[in-house]
């Protein structure tokens, strides 16, 4: 379910949509009409881990995906924590694995979702359990992967190319299978 906003979280009056002065002029934004809240809608920072163990990197299946999708550990920041704390923690929630080392790979947009995702390359050790959250993971040597045109996916290419592998990204035909759970044959 996607929630939308529409009163005031600190005096529940209905929002409504009003201009006002800002550094960048007038702009329109959701307001509250009684006590001057505005609604900014940020995007929210959610992290992504680019999980390698033993030379060979993680990619995990969320229990809402089809069968052939497999994608980066990611979760959102909490209050209180480092994007790298949070990194660590949400390797840890999903896989149970130990984070050694976090190094920034990059942030990149995902408009759709209204979120900025701040993706991590994570050296881990120990043993795999998923939490039910994910229903299944892949291990991949570094030529075997293949990126997909969004956010984590320029993630994992940014990351290949600093590890000197030219990334290969899904054909469309590939990804559109990919994402509606269609095995293609070779
Ligand atoms: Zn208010």
Redesign the pocket.
């Known amino acids: 379910m996607r929630y939308e906003v529409r009163y ?6 209905e929002l409504q949509w009003l201009s006002q002065v800002e550094d960048s002029g007038d702009v329109t934004r959701l307001r ?6 505005t609604h900014w809608n940020n995007p929210t920072p959610v992290l992504a881990a680019i999980v390698e163990i033993d030379g060979k990197v993680l990619l995990a299946r969320n229990a809402a995906w089809p069968e052939t999708m497999f994608a980066l550990i990611t979760g959102f920041m909490e209050a209180g924590e480092s994007p790298q704390q949070g990194v660590a923690r949400e390797v840890k929630e999903e896989t149970n694995l130990d984070v050694q080392s976090c190094t920034l790979v990059g942030a990149y947009e995902f408009l759709r979702m209204n979120q900025v995702i701040i993706a991590y390359h994570v050296q881990a050790t120990g043993q795999v359990r998923l939490s039910p959250e994910l229903l299944d993971y892949r291990m991949y040597d570094l030529d075997q992967l293949r990126c997909w045109p969004a956010g984590t996916g320029y993630a994992l290419a940014d990351w290949l190319r600093s590890r000197g592998h030219e990334p290969v990204f899904f054909t469309e035909e590939e990804n559109a299978a990919r994402r509606a759970g269609v095995v293609l044959k070779s």
């Open positions: 005031c979280s600190h005096c529940a009056t509250c009409p009684v006590c001057g809240f």
